[in-house]
């Protein structure tokens, strides 16, 4: 088994043995406070490889994101509905994500990610927002992973994501998957090894609905993971430039998404 993939395995057994059982705004759920999962790319890309996902609803949803664009139809053109919950009728989800990397408050925090780097990569100030209280209420879903810091060494850089709320079945592998993306492209328009991928969730749940699909998931056999033919620059981030090999994954393991 990868080491991505025990990790999170660990972390989905101990939710279902030990987590906190109780309602939540949308259902019944367990949950645990302060969970971290991380995974080092440099022994694969971590997509999950004990059930089927689409990585490329990831990387089409990674341009959305980076893009700042904040209406579900350019995702919709492409195949990517998971938004269309949160959507009002015109798909439009209010100053998610994207809106707020691209100006919060007036400032594109996208446009800044190269510079800082580039002018000072060790720097413990390369953290990038989207949590803005002035505008969370107008948001259809306010942001789950809500910033994320770039940790530069002498050789590597490193990406921390800190979430308010992770949805452990369904989201980790997709949230993960997405900042390895961000990391790998950073790191490719800049010619830097990339490090770790290192989530840290406040509130970390599993949906009661979830529990035996998550059980199935974790007690089966892993497989190595994936890895990368070809990667997006940052700066002109497109979807259709990835390119992953040696994706092999079991079954897909169906459970509802919870709005």
């Not at 949160?86 to 994500?97: C, E, F, R, S, T």
């Not at 190269?114 to 390369?126: E, G, Y």
């Not at 699909?213 to 007690?219: G, V």
């Amino acid at each position: 088994m990868n080491n991505f993939e025990k990790e999170y395995s660990k972390l989905i057994k101990k939710v279902c043995r030990s987590g906190e059982r109780l309602n939540s705004r949308n259902s019944k759920v367990r949950k645990i406070t302060g969970a971290q999962i991380r995974a080092d790319l440099s022994e694969g890309l971590p997509i999950v490889t004990g059930k089927k996902i689409f990585p490329k609803s990831c990387f089409i949803e990674t341009q959305w994101l980076l893009e700042g664009r904040t209406n579900v139809k350019w995702l919709n053109e492409r195949g990517v509905k998971i938004w269309d919950k949160w959507a009002n009728k015109n798909g439009d989800l209010g100053p998610v994500y994207g809106k707020q990397l691209v100006n919060f408050n007036g400032v594109n925090q996208i446009n800044n990610l190269i510079k800082d780097i580039k002018q000072d990569k060790l720097s413990r100030r390369n953290l990038y927002l989207m949590w803005n209280p002035s505008d969370t209420k107008k948001m259809g879903l306010p942001p789950c992973h809500y910033s994320f810091q770039l940790i530069g060494y002498n050789e590597r850089l490193d990406i921390v994501v800190t979430m308010r709320s992770l949805d452990l079945f369904i989201g980790l592998p997709y949230d993960i998957l997405m900042y390895s993306i961000i990391l790998l492209s950073i790191c490719n328009e800049l010619k830097i090894t990339p490090g770790e991928v290192v989530i840290n969730a406040a509130d970390c749940h599993l949906y009661e609905s979830h529990v035996s699909k998550a059980s199935i998931y974790a007690n089966r056999t892993k497989k190595q993971l994936p890895t990368v033919k070809k990667m997006a620059t940052f700066s002109l981030f497109n979807y259709e430039e990835i390119e992953v090999e040696n994706y092999s994954p079991n079954s897909r393991l169906e459970v509802e998404v919870y709005k």
